[in-house]
């Protein structure tokens, strides 16, 4: 089988990208022909097109052309190639609208983001195709005090001030933390992160690491003892899944599908609107290690169980066989 994976020049970076990144070296070792190309213009014949749904606002005006092969679409948001735009969104809206129902196959990434697809647009169900996760090291923690890390893009519908605040009311514990991701996306909002923590007194404990080399990201990882989501939206809680895979217990809002992969002997949820919960929950966690050990031995277990991508791309190799 040859396939073609349409993707946006550079790729941003996020869910989209990671998930290409998976995927489509699953697939050739499970040895399907896969190219990758940021345009649709000449295709190998025979190929089936695989979109990236970041891509649909610049193929519109290759509609016909894009109907005519016959693709498949990957949404892993509604509309996030508008960004923080409205006015954008809208315009966005009206092209994923026009298009959508016109391809071949729409695939989800998660269930919220196939909820949505249906609602905005009245799509039929989506099938749903979650990330898959790599083979990851166990995470030996600090050795010392609890260090969180809270890792994503910075943007407002991340929490990360409302997971300061709650931080700033635990000064009395030992505590560190990091709060590292792509800072690009919403750039004023990740600037206002530093003065927020100094106004905090958080200065001490808090490091900002935007955009994060892969190494660094890695060394965050193997030191973090409890990873922490304070998030309103989300589609799949990649990084969470991520905590779970390397053995980190984490505390989350219940949003998306977190609640569906972080079992309760793995980590602790709370409402997103309820934040005065969620520092009590985090009190707990810090403070008594004996209880954040048991988690971690079940937030191991947990993310073992979590499919790779190899299982995902023959799950994904089934989708185009219907």
Known sequence: MHLVFLTPSPEPPGGGQAFNAGLVPALRDLGATVDVRHSPDVLPRGAVPIIDGLLLPWLERAAEHLVALHPIVIVHHVS???GQDRSAREAVHAVERALLPRMRRVIATSTTVADRLVELYGLAPPALLRPGLPVLPRSPGSGGACHLLAAGVL???KGLDRLLQALARLTDLDWTLTIAGDARRDAAHAATLAPLAASLGLTDRVTLLPDPSPDALEAEWARTD???SASAWEGWPAAVAEALRRGIPAVATEVGETAAILPVHAGVLCRPDDMVTYGKCLRRAIFDT???????????QAGQDLPGWETQARAFLGLLEH
């Open 80 to 82: 996030a190639a508008a």
């Open 155 to 157: 943007t407002p519908r």
């Open 226 to 228: 409890l990873f922490l």
């Open 290 to 300: 004996a209880f954040r050990a048991a988690m971690a031995e079940g937030a191991w």
